[in-house]
C-alpha cells in the first residue's frame, strides 16, 4: 500500500510542478535535482527508493507537454565521500530520452551535497536574469556544506523569479524534513513529503485540483526568520518598505509573513520585533514586473549551549551515558551523539532537548572517538561539543561443549550494562553478526535458555550487541535428535487412540500428530504436545486411508514415523417413521467409540454436515432423546462423527401440531385462571399465555407450562382491557388462540 502511495505521489507531483503555468512559466525552464546518494538503496516494501524514482520518472518523461523544457542534475552517484560529486547529466532543453536513459543509468554511492546541487542548477538556469523553477526529490538532508536554508534565501534575494519545490521521498525524521521544508519556503516552494498523507493532500489541492495561477501583478512576501535559515517569525512583526528612487516608505506594523502588491523597483527593506528589538535590513532589492518574490531576512543574536557528559572522557561502547546540557532549547533542538568529524546532521543517537535534562543517550557499539553534542533544531548548527570515547565491550558465554537437536541450553553469560538489541543466540558458525535463531535478551538476566536448533551440525553461541555486533562466540556441536512412536496398527475412523512415544526433552513444538503420508512436515490433525508425557490421546481422521503417526519436533522436523491403517467408522439409528412436530422422539442408535463432536440430531434432508438442531451426544449413551422440529415436513434423523461427518440417517415424518384452548371468557384483573388445553407431547418451551390483543406474537403478560398438564394455570393482567390466550409451542409458534376480557377487580 505505501509503495503504491510513494509512487503516486511522486508522478502526480511533478506532474503538477511541470503541469502548471504556477510552477513554470509558458516560456520557462526546470531543472529536476535527483539525489543518488546511497541512502537511495533504502527499501520501501522491499524495492529499492532509487528503482521506485527511475521508473516513474521514466513513465513520467513520456507524459510531459513537449513545449516544457526540462534538464538534470544529479549528485552522489559516481564516489563515496565526495560532496564535489555533483554532475549535470542533461541540459535544459533535452530530448525525453536522453533524460530517460541518464535517470535509468544512475547508480547510488556518495553523500547528499544538496545546496550546492539546488545553486548549480539555479545556475544553469540564469535565474540572475530569467525566471528559474528547480524541482529537488531527496530522500535526506545536506551531509556537506552550505546549509541549504542558506543558500536558498541567497538564490531567492538575488534570483529574479527564483523558485525551489522539494518531495521529501521517504522521510520520518522531523529534523530532516525541516530542512527540506526550509530549502522550498526560503524560496516561495511548496514542500510534501511522501510519507505524510496531510501534506500531500495540502499539496496535490495546490498544484493539480485548483486551476493554475497566472502571475499577471508585482508582488514582494515579506518573510523574517530566527536565525539564518530558522523558524519563520509569524507574527509581532514591524516592516517598512522604502522605495530607493524616492518616495514615501510604507509601514506594516505588527505582522507576520506580509504579501503585498509593489510598482517594480527596487527597494529597502526593514523589519523590527519590538518584544526583544531584535532588526534586520536587506537593501537594492529588485523587484520585477510581474514576479512574485519572497524576501526573506535573518535576524540574528546570540545562541549558546554547553554539554557535559556523565561518565566524562570515555564509557562503555553500547551503554548508555547522561548527557546534560544548557542552551536555548528552542523548537526542534537536540542532544546528539555523533562520530567525531562527522557532519553537522549526522548522528548515530539523539533525543529532543524538550524531553528532558539530562538526555540519557546509547554510545555505538563501534569502539572510538566520538562527541556529544547541543544541536540547534532550525537552521541545523552544532552549539557546543564534548568529546567521549567509546572503549571496546567484552562478553563471556559458558555453555556444554555438545547439546541434543531441538534442546533448550541453559547458557550463562556477562557483558556490558544491557541495552536495546543485546542478545545471545545460536547460529551457524559462518553467518553474518545478525543473525539469529532462537534468542534470550541479556536484560532478562543469566543464564538464557536457547533451543538448539533441530538439525545436527557445527555451531556457534554468540554475545550479540545493538543487533550487530558479536563480543562473544562459543562454539557447540549439536547432535541428532532420535525419537520413537508405538501406536495401533489399525483404528477406526474417528477413534481416539494411545501413542506411546519417546524422545528428547520436550521444548516447545513439539508434538505427536497424525498425518497423511505425503503432508509436508508442518501439517498436523489432531494432536497431543511431547511435554505433556507418553501415551499421547490422538482421534484418527474421519476419512478411511493410510495415514502415519508422527513425532515432530519444533513444529516443523518430523523425527519418528508408523504407518497406521484407518477403517471406515459405521453406525446405526432406529426411531419411528412419523412424529408430530415438536415432540421428543427416543432414538436407539450404535457408533464408534464415542469422542469429541459426536451426537444425534435432526436435519432437513439436504442440511451440511455439521447442521443441527436439538441433538444428543453420543457419549451420553443410547436412546438419545431428540425434538422434532416445530415445522411440519420430512426431515432425517442423523450420526454425525466429528462435528462434520455424516456416519448414518433416518428418515422421519414431522407432522403438523394442533392445539385447542377452554379458559374463560371474562375474568376480573390479577385473578388466576384455569385454562383447560389440547396439544402436542409437552416439549420445553411449551405454554399458555395471555397477551394484548395485537401484540407480537411472543409478547405476553403472564404464562403457565403446558408440562404440567390440563388445566394450566396464569395470572390475569392488572390493567383491563382486551386479550387472549395463546398456546406457544416451543417458545416460537402460537398453535391456537383464545379472546379473553380482563374486567377490574371488585
Not at 532509487?50 to 521514466?58: F, H, P, S
Not at 505425503?518 to 474421519?542: C, I, Q
Not at 415432540?583 to 454436515?609: M, N, R, Y
Not at 407431547?681 to 399465555?689: E, L
Request: include cysteine.
Amino acid at each position: 500500500m505505501l509503495l503504491r502511495f510513494q509512487k503516486a505521489l511522486l508522478a502526480t507531483l511533478l506532474l503538477g510542478f511541470f503541469g502548471s503555468t504556477s510552477a513554470i512559466a509558458e516560456d520557462g525552464d526546470a531543472i529536476l535535482v535527483l539525489d543518488a546518494s546511497g541512502s537511495m538503496w533504502g527499501q520501501i516494501e522491499g524495492e529499492a527508493k532509487i528503482t521506485i524514482a527511475k521508473r516513474v520518472l521514466g513513465d513520467l518523461l513520456g507524459d510531459l507537454p513537449a513545449e516544457r523544457r526540462l534538464g538534470l542534475i544529479a549528485y552522489g552517484h559516481n564516489r563515496k565521500g565526495d560532496c564535489t560529486d555533483i554532475e549535470e547529466l542533461a541540459t535544459v532543453g533535452a530530448s525525453r530520452g536522453a533524460i530517460s536513459t541518464a535517470v535509468s543509468g544512475l547508480n547510488p554511492k556518495g553523500k547528499t551535497p544538496m545546496a550546492d546541487s539546488v545553486k548549480m542548477a539555479a545556475e544553469k538556469l540564469k535565474y540572475t536574469e530569467e525566471k528559474a523553477t528547480v524541482i529537488l526529490i531527496s530522500d535526506g538532508i545536506e551531509t556537506c556544506e552550505p546549509d541549504p536554508c542558506g543558500v536558498a534565501a541567497s538564490l531567492e534575494q538575488a534570483g529574479v523569479d527564483f523558485t525551489a519545490h522539494v518531495i521529501g521521498f521517504d522521510i520520518t525524521e522531523e529534523n530532516d524534513a525541516a530542512q527540506l521544508r526550509c530549502l522550498a519556503e526560503n524560496t516561495g516552494g511548496n514542500y510534501v513529503s511522501a510519507s505524510n498523507a496531510d501534506e500531500l493532500s495540502a499539496a496535490l489541492e495546490e498544484t493539480v485540483v485548483a486551476a493554475p495561477e497566472v502571475t499577471t501583478v508585482t508582488r514582494v512576501r515579506l518573510r523574517a526568520t530566527e536565525l539564518e535559515g530558522g523558524l519563520v517569525i509569524e507574527e509581532g512583526l514591524n516592516w517598512t518598505i522604502t522605495p530607493r528612487a524616492g518616495g514615501d516608505a510604507v509601514n506594516h506594523d505588527n505582522a507576520g509573513v506580509l504579501d503585498i502588491d509593489v510598482e517594480p523597483g527596487a527597494y529597502d527593506v526593514a523589519v523590527e520585533r519590538p518584544s526583544d528589538g531584535l532588526k534586520g535590513t536587506l537593501e537594492a532589492v529588485v523587484i520585477r514586473e510581474n514576479t512574485w518574490k519572497t524576501v526573506t531576512i535573518a535576524l540574528t543574536f546570540p545562541v549558546e549551549a554547553t554539554v557535559r557528559v556523565d561518565p566524562a572522557e570515555s564509557g562503555v561502547a553500547g551503554t548508555n551515558v547522561l548527557i546534560f546540557w544548557e542552551g536555548p532549547e528552542r523548537q526542534g533542538d537536540y542532544i546528539a551523539l555523533s562520530k567525531k568529524g562527522d557532519d553537522a546532521g549526522k548522528y548515530s543517537t539523539y533525543a529532543y532537548a524538550h524531553r528532558g535534562n539530562p538526555a540519557e543517550l546509547r554510545l555505538p557499539v563501534e569502539p572510538g572517538e566520538y562527541e556529544a553534542r547541543y544541536m540547534l533544531g532550525r537552521p541545523i548548527r552544532v552549539l557546543a561539543t564534548a568529546a567521549i570515547i567509546a572503549t571496546e565491550a567484552a562478553a563471556t558465554l559458558t555453555a556444554p561443549d555438545t547439546a541434543v537437536a531441538g534442546q533448550e541450553v541453559s547458557v550463562e553469560f556477562t557483558g556490558p550494562p544491557a541495552g536495546s538489541g543485546d542478545w545471545i543466540t545460536i547460529v551457524k558458525t559462518d553467518a553474518a553478526d545478525k543473525t539469529y535463531t532462537d534468542y534470550h535478551y541479556s536484560k532478562n538476566g543469566s543464564p538464557g535458555e536457547l533451543r538448539m536448533p533441530l538439525e545436527a551440525g557445527e555451531y556457534e553461541l554468540r554475545f550479540v550487541q545493538g543487533n550487530s555486533k558479536v563480543l562473544a562466540r562459543r562454539p557447540i556441536t549439536v547432535t541428532a535428535a532420535m525419537a520413537t512412536i508405538s501406536g495401533p496398527e489399525t483404528a477406526i475412523a474417528g477413534e481416539e487412540v494411545q501413542v506411546d512415544f519417546t524422545g528428547p526433552e520436550a521444548a516447545s513444538g513439539d508434538w505427536i500428530t497424525v498425518t497423511a503420508p505425503e503432508a509436508p512436515e508442518k501439517k498436523y490433525n489432531d494432536y497431543h504436545y511431547s511435554r505433556n508425557g507418553s501415551p499421547a490421546t490422538v482421534r484418527m481422521p474421519l476419512e478411511a486411508g493410510e495415514y502415519e503417526l508422527r513425532f515432530v519436533q519444533g513444529n516443523s522436523k518430523v523425527i519418528a514415523r508408523q504407518t497406521i491403517t484407518v477403517l471406515a467408522a459405521s453406525a446405526t439409528l432406529s426411531a419411528k417413521e412419523t412424529a408430530i412436530a415438536g415432540e421428543t422422539v427416543s432414538v436407539e442408535f450404535t457408533g464408534p467409540k464415542a469422542a469429541s463432536g459426536d451426537w444425534i440430531t435432526v436435519t432437513a434432508l439436504d442440511a451440511p454436515g455439521e447442521k443441527y438442531n436439538d441433538y444428543h451426544y453420543s457419549k451420553n449413551g443410547s436412546p438419545a432423546e431428540i425434538r422434532m422440529p416445530l415445522d411440519a415436513g420430512n426431515y432425517e434423523i442423523r450420526f454425525v462423527q466429528g462435528n462434520s461427518k455424516v456416519l448414518a440417517r433416518k428418515p422421519i415424518t414431522v407432522t403438523a401440531a394442533t392445539a385447542t384452548l377452554d379458559g374463560p371468557s371474562s375474568a376480573q384483573a390479577s385473578e388466576l385462571v384455569d385454562v383447560a388445553f389440547t396439544g402436542p407431547p409437552p416439549g420445553s418451551g411449551d405454554y399458555v399465555a395471555v397477551s394484548k390483543v395485537g401484540s407480537p406474537d411472543l409478547k405476553y403478560e403472564s404464562y403457565g407450562y403446558t408440562k404440567g398438564g390440563s388445566p394450566t394455570r396464569v395470572r390475569m393482567p392488572s390493567e383491563p382491557g382486551k386479550y387472549e390466550l395463546r398456546f406457544i409451542h416451543g417458545n416460537k409458534k402460537v398453535l391456537a388462540r383464545a379472546p379473553i376480557t380482563v374486567t377490574p377487580k371488585d
